[in-house]
C-alpha cells in the first residue's frame, strides 16, 4: 500500500496547466460546447417578465434584467445578452434589487433637531426639502465670498473675483447614480460650493 504524498506547489501548477491545456486542446479540435454552456444557462423565474434594463451606479453601464410579477420586481440580475458585462455584475450591481425592494429602507423623513436625542418621524418630505434650502441659503449668504485679497508676486495687493462658500461641503456617493452625482455636482458649483468630493474616490 503506497502512501500519498502532500500536493505541493510546483506539482499543483504542473497538474493544472496539465488540465488547462488538455481543455484547451479539446477546443482546438473544433468540439462544440454549446449543449454544456446551455445546460449550465441561467434559470429564469416563473411567472415573470423580463425588463431589459442599465445599472444605474457608475458610468460602466452594464445590462440588467428586471424580473416583473404582477407589477413587484422580484429579481434583478445581469444581462447575458450585453456586450459590456456579458451577464456578470459587481457586487454593487448586484445588489440593485436592495435599492429598489427593501423593507429596512426608510420610508419617510427622520429629523433631530439640535439637542434632541430623540428622532421626529412625522415631518414630511417637502418639509424636509424647505428646510434643507433654508440652512443652505441662510449659510451661503453668511458666507459668500465675491472677492479675494491676496497679493501679487511683488507683494502688491490685489483683488480676484472668486464668489465661492468655504462654509458647505459636498460629498457625493458611489450608492448614488450617475444622474444624481452628475445634478449634485451641477448645483454646488452654481452655488459658489469649493469642497467638492465623492465618496467612491475617497
Known amino acids: 500500500m503506497s502512501e500519498t504524498t502532500p500536493l505541493n506547489r510546483r506539482d499543483f501548477l504542473r497538474d493544472s496547466f496539465g488540465g488547462g491545456s488538455a481543455l484547451g486542446g479539446l477546443l482546438g479540435l473544433g468540439l462544440n460546447l454549446r449543449a454544456a454552456q446551455h445546460e449550465a444557462s441561467r434559470f429564469k423565474f416563473a411567472s415573470t417578465r423580463e425588463v431589459p434594463s442599465v445599472c444605474p451606479y457608475c458610468a460602466v453601464g452594464c445590462g440588467q434584467l428586471v424580473s416583473v410579477r404582477e407589477g413587484k420586481i422580484v429579481n434583478i440580475e445581469g444581462n447575458p445578452e450585453s456586450p459590456i458585462n456579458q451577464g456578470t455584475l459587481c457586487p454593487k450591481g448586484a445588489a440593485t434589487y436592495q435599492l429598489a425592494v ?9 429629523y433631530r433637531a439640535p439637542g434632541a436625542t430623540e428622532w421626529v418621524k412625522t415631518k414630511t418630505l417637502d418639509w424636509a426639502m424647505n428646510r434643507i434650502a433654508e440652512l443652505t441659503q441662510k449659510t451661503r ?12 508676486a511683488s507683494g502688491k495687493p490685489i483683488k480676484k473675483k472668486v464668489n465661492h462658500t468655504l462654509a458647505i461641503a459636498s460629498l457625493g456617493g458611489a450608492t448614488n447614480d450617475n444622474e444624481w452625482n452628475y445634478v449634485q ?10 469642497f467638492i468630493e465623492n465618496q467612491a474616490r475617497i
Open 185 to 194: 455636482c451641477k448645483l454646488m458649483r452654481g452655488l459658489g460650493v469649493v
Open 102 to 110: 427593501n423593507p429596512n429602507r426608510v420610508t419617510h423623513v427622520w
Open 141 to 152: 449668504d453668511a458666507t459668500f465670498s465675491e472677492w479675494w485679497e491676496t497679493t501679487d
